[in-house]
């Protein structure tokens, strides 16, 4: 009888051992989720004094299935000295916007800018930008922790009266995908727009 009771107590054991391995894990957090952004604003601050010039873009449906819709054009002044910056907010509740320009700052280190426009509306940088080739000039004026661009801020002078494309990319790339040669093949999209420009 005491052998039987020893065996029942160790099967019961063994039943109960049994049950929790067969428990999984709750899954970790997702880490490095792309950020929601639904307004993308560009202000062209010329170097000489004047008005600022801006262009936007939206997304209507947030997460949805539309992307960043561009909203007008951009018209600089031809041979004249701009700095340009980005800011970037998610929208989605209007009674809370959020700041993803912060975001990126704070993780600059896992984003990049890239930059692509019709040869010849700037002369400096000269070239056509640094989406096709990662080490075509931009003249980015922020970096990372790290000392690699980060692209909130950038210079530009224009050329003389033209009209063409501007093009900027937004990549994520986070757990070491940003290096010295990392390119806009690298890592994830978070923005891809392009807008019309005109040189006065």
């Known amino acids: 009888m005491k052998i039987l009771q020893t065996l029942l107590a160790l099967l ?6 049994s049950c929790g391995d067969d428990d999984e894990p709750a899954a970790p957090p997702e880490e ?9 604003l560009l202000t062209f601050t010329p170097q000489e004094g004047g008005a600022t010039v801006t262009a936007r873009a939206q997304d209507s449906d947030g997460e949805g299935p539309l992307p960043l819709q561009v909203i007008g054009d951009i018209t600089l002044q031809s041979a004249s000295n701009y700095e340009l910056t980005l800011e970037l907010t998610n929208a989605e509740n209007p009674a809370d916007i959020e700041d993803i320009t912060d975001e990126i700052r704070e ?4 984003h990049m800018f890239f930059f692509s426009w019709t040869d010849g509306l700037f002369s400096n940088p ?6 096709d ?10 970096t990372d922790i790290n000392g690699l661009p980060l692209g ?6 224009t050329g003389p009266p033209a009209s063409g494309s501007f093009r900027v990319i937004l990549k994520h790339q986070p757990d070491g995908i940003k290096t010295t040669t990392s390119s806009s093949s ?5 923005i891809d727009i ?7």
């Open 12 to 17: 019961l054991a063994f039943s109960f051992i």
């Open 32 to 40: 490095n989720a792309e950020e929601v952004i639904t307004d993308v």
């Open 107 to 110: 993780e600059a280190d896992e």
């Open 126 to 131: 000269v070239g056509n930008g640094n989406i």
């Open 133 to 142: 080739t990662r080490f075509d000039a931009v003249n980015y004026g922020d």
């Open 152 to 157: 909130l801020t950038t210079s530009w002078s």
């Open 186 to 190: 690298n890592g994830d999209t978070d």
């Open 194 to 200: 392009s807008w019309q420009i005109l040189l006065r």
